[in-house]
T-cell receptor, first 114, second 114 residues
Framework: GNSVTQMEGPVTLSEEAFLTINCTYT??????LFWYVQYPGEGLQLLLK?????DKGSNKGFEATYRKETTSFHLEKGSVQVSDSAVYFC?????????????FGQGTRLTINP | EAGVAQSPRYKIIEKRQSVAFWCNPI?????LYWYQQILGQGPKLLIQ????????DSQLPKDRFSAERLKGVDSTLKIQPAKLEDSAVYLC????????????FGPGTRLTVT
């Protein structure tokens, strides 16, 4: 079945450091790929997405490129801020018998120190 | 536009008791989802509704969990009887075709079973 594997956390960085959170997936067909973010005490929010191979999703300085050849969708940011501290989830969405099903990775907790 | 509403935000019960969660999706969203998020894991889909019909309930433990969406708007998720391993955050999400099925999440209900 479909699955998503994320880099294990927690990840702790200093402000202005470069961030990479690895995500790889296993899926049949051509899924869409997503990064969601969960700030403390809040629900999941969509951060960025890519719907086909070689697409780059970007938002709030974060980027991720859909790499079909390596089945990856790594999240990057050039200079992190304290406000980026949150849990990040990689997910894929596939259409199975009419259902749009999201499958999530286990999440990576990111802490940014000033 | 109002987001997905859930209540209660927190619930503590003893094992073998019953509990119910309520979700009000974004207006006009035909598809509604319930997810279970155990601490340290990504959300797992329990059930998906399209209007008031079930599209996918393959991961719903039907011996103790039930869900309904009688009028195709609000939904309730019930657990009876609860077990210790049901302690989790229960997330509701909704989506619509007009938004390319992007899922919008509510804040969740944190359930603790003692």
């Amino acid at each position: 079945g479909n699955s998503v594997t994320q880099m294990e956390g927690p990840v702790t960085l200093s402000e202005e450091a470069f961030l990479t959170i690895n995500c790889t997936y296993t899926a049949t067909g051509y899924p869409s790929l997503f990064w969601y973010v969960q700030y403390p005490g809040e629900g999941l929010q969509l951060l960025l997405k890519a719907t086909k191979a070689d697409d780059k999703g970007s938002n709030k300085g974060f980027e991720a490129t859909y790499r079909k050849e390596t089945t990856s969708f790594h999240l990057e940011k050039g200079s992190v801020q304290v406000s980026d501290s949150a849990v990040y989830f990689c997910a894929l969405r596939s259409s199975i018998q009419g259902a749009q099903k999201l499958v999530f990775g286990q999440g990576t907790r990111l802490t940014i120190n000033p | 536009e109002a987001g997905v509403a859930q209540s209660p935000r927190y619930k503590i019960i003893e094992k073998r008791q019953s509990v119910a969660f309520w979700c009000n999706p974004i207006s006009g969203h035909a598809t509604l989802y319930w997810y279970q998020q155990i601490l340290g894991q990504g959300p797992k889909l329990l059930i998906q509704f399209q209007n008031n019909g079930v599209v996918d309930d393959s991961q719903l433990p039907k011996d103790r969990f039930s869900a309904e969406r009688l009028k195709g708007v609000d939904s309730t998720l019930k657990i009876q009887p609860a077990k210790l391993e049901d302690s989790a955050v229960y997330l509701c999400a909704s989506s619509s075709q007009r938004d390319n099925y992007e899922q919008y999440f509510g804040p969740g209900t944190r359930l603790t079973v003692t």
